[in-house]
């Protein structure tokens, strides 16, 4: 596996039933599912989502949307994550989606188990002493890039050229983030997105912890 700029390559690593990845963490309320963009965040956040009853997923694109790609933590601790802490359900309209014409919030009842917060930053360093639990799943680069690419072709309805172009234009400045913020030095766990032991990608994860 060959790994973005400046993130080690973890190891070793061994096959677990994502059933017993999700019960590890019962009791946990916050929860972080981190990584690079096209590494399978959302997939594996729906996955552990699916088996841990009264849980809610939050994605950062959804905060950050049309408001900056990595200048949203003040957003999500003042939004999100502080009234979750506190015992309170959540009604959160980010501030950028009414001027771009997009309706509804973010909410989820004070009664929900557990949060699990998916994307980039994800586990960010501001974070701190709000997650109880923090995932970075790892991904070959190219891997990610090819997943990522093709992924917004399919839903944004860009051709390849376009969605290569934009792209780039996220790495510019997701690189320096992931660099300077180095999540996967305080993963508590760490998944592989890309093979790296055989395993039944819909019920085993290979992981790192």
Known sequence: MKTG????????????RLDDLAGSLTGARAIAVDGRGG??????????AARLPGSVVVHTDDVAWNHSRFGWDDLMIDGILTPFRAGRGVRYQPPAWAPH??????????????????????????????????????????????????????RDGHDEETALRLWWEWE???????IADRPWERADIIVAASPVLPHDPDTEVAVNR
Request: hydrophobic share 40%.
């Open 5 to 16: 700029p400046g993130e080690p390559v973890a190891g070793p690593w061994r096959v677990q």
């Open 39 to 48: 590494s399978g965040k959302s997939t594996l956040a729906d996955r552990l």
């Open 101 to 154: 014409g997009r309706t509804g919030e973010i909410a989820f009842p004070a009664e929900t188990s557990a949060l699990i917060i998916e994307g980039v930053g994800a586990s960010r360093r501001d974070f701190a002493g709000l997650l109880d639990v923090a995932i970075w799943v790892q991904s070959d680069y190219e891997d990610a890039r090819l997943r990522g690419v093709s992924r917004d072709m399919a």
């Open 172 to 178: 510019e400045e997701e690189v320096p983030f992931l």
